[in-house]
């Protein structure tokens, strides 16, 4: 894992990788009002922790790779939390 639970996280891009060819397991596990980071570019230099990890192994039904491990991310900007997977985020700083 990239990163851990904790870790504060200074989004710089984010670019969101289709992964078409996994089917998601944790859709009864995560809540719906999460939102991916990718399409919220207000959040783009701005910082948050990551409240959650989610290995690519437990999360997906298929041929997964590091890169598809997936992250919560609580934002410090607007208070809400945001789901990404490990290869989307292409430019960040991490404290931790």
Partial sequence: ???NVGDLLLV???KYKPRFHLRHRLHS???FDIHHLELYPHLINTHGVITKVNNHR???QGKSTEDDNIYLWYSH????TYHFCEGDLTQYEVVK
């Fill in 58 to 60: 437990d999360a997906w």
């Fill in 12 to 14: 710089k891009e984010c």
């Fill in 77 to 80: 900007v607007d208070a809400k």
């Fill in 1 to 3: 894992m990239k990163y």
């Fill in 29 to 31: 596990r995560l809540d």
